[in-house]
């Protein structure tokens, strides 16, 4: 079982190239929507990474397979550019869920 990247930029997929991970490289969301129901209809793929950029171009769809289809795995990443959290944003989280000063 293989890992497929889905990225907004040639570093992200240069970098996973060196790792051994195969990707494409798509900017519109059609092509998006496209790549990744290529990916999702392949038997040897276990988990899809795709980059935040490109999320938000359909997180509908995107939820909707992460929540309806049990494989591949989607998995998030940040690209070159970091994530569009900030800095603190798990810190935060736990704050807000326990109620507690960290």
Same mark, same amino acid.
């Given at each position: ?47 899809? #990474? /795709?980059? =935040? ?10 939820? %909707? ?5 049990? +494989?591949? #795995? /989607?998995? =998030? ?10 800095? %603190? ?5 736990? +704050?807000?869920? /326990?109620?507690?000063?960290?």
């Amino acid at each position: 079982m293989k890992f497929f990247l889905i990225s907004d930029n040639v570093d992200t997929k240069m970098g996973m190239r060196f790792a051994g991970i195969e990707g494409v490289v798509v900017h519109q969301e059609d092509e998006v929507r496209s790549e990744l129901e290529k990916a999702m209809n392949r038997d040897d793929i276990a988990v899809i #990474l /795709i980059t =935040e950029t490109l999320v938000s171009l359909c997180p509908d769809l995107i939820y %909707d397979l992460k929540l309806n289809r049990k +494989q591949p #795995l /989607i998995v =998030e990443i940040p690209d070159r550019h970091g994530n569009g959290r900030t800095k %603190d944003s798990i810190t935060k989280y736990v +704050q807000d869920a /326990i109620g507690v000063k960290l």
